[in-house]
């Protein structure tokens, strides 16, 4: 099974993520929104298997510098759409892959989720 953890190389939250599953010997694969543009229909999935506002972050300053009228989301596609338009309104880390989605870390969700691997 494939890991795949989404998020940006600086972020702190994604680098705690990146260390916890190499302590753990995880098999992964970082994708670097920044570098690799987000695939639309892997954040409509997302959105689907979880609450859509919680894949929106909202505390990031790029939520901050947008304008009234953008931060007006009351549906899935809304916010994907954003995301798309500026992908580090996405909550980080996102873990993809072993058979549920992990929204931002805490490590022992990544415990009880990846310990059967």
């Not at 695939?39 to 300053?61: F, H, K, M, V, Y």
């Given at each position: ?59 990031s300053t790029t939520w901050r ?19 798309l338009q500026h992908p580090t ?16 870390f805490k490590p022992a969700d ?8």
């Amino acid at each position: 099974m494939t890991i795949s953890v989404y998020g940006l190389k600086n972020c702190d939250s994604c680098r705690a993520a990146r260390r916890w599953l190499e302590q753990h010997n995880v098999a992964h694969e970082f994708v670097d929104i920044r570098e690799h543009e987000l695939d639309s229909g892997a954040l409509a999935r997302w959105a689907q298997a979880t609450d859509w506002s919680i894949l929106l972050n909202r505390r990031s300053t790029t939520w901050r510098q947008l304008a009234d009228t953008e931060k007006q989301i009351d549906d899935a596609d809304g916010a994907c759409r954003l995301i798309l338009q500026h992908p580090t309104l996405l909550k980080r880390p996102v873990l993809d892959g072993a058979g549920e989605l992990l929204v931002g870390f805490k490590p022992a969700d990544y415990a009880r989720v990846l310990e059967t691997l």
